[in-house]
């Protein structure tokens, strides 16, 4: 059975990213009409990483100090 077709208008999305279009050529090189910082600066604000979510900040200030 094919799978459905979904409207891009039905999507929501931030306003920030408004009109991001973002591809990657044959070569496997990423092309998008949004600065790449500008980008990370986005997702650093926007989401939460997976790899930080059990430590606690106590748990980061400890290792700082030990260093």
Same mark, same amino acid.
């Given at each position: 059975m094919p799978k !459905? !077709?979904?409207d891009k208008d039905s999507s929501t999305s931030n306003k920030d =990213? #408004? &009109?991001f279009d973002i591809k990657i050529n044959e070569f496997g090189e *990423? /092309? /998008?009409n949004i600065d790449i910082d !500008? =980008? &990370?600066t986005f997702l650093n604000e926007n989401v939460e990483d997976?790899?930080?979510k059990d430590i606690k900040e #106590?748990? *980061?200030e &400890? #290792? #700082?100090k030990e260093e």
């Open positions: !459905k !077709k979904t =990213l #408004e &009109n *990423i /092309s /998008s !500008k =980008l &990370n997976k790899k930080f #106590e748990d *980061i &400890n #290792e #700082e």
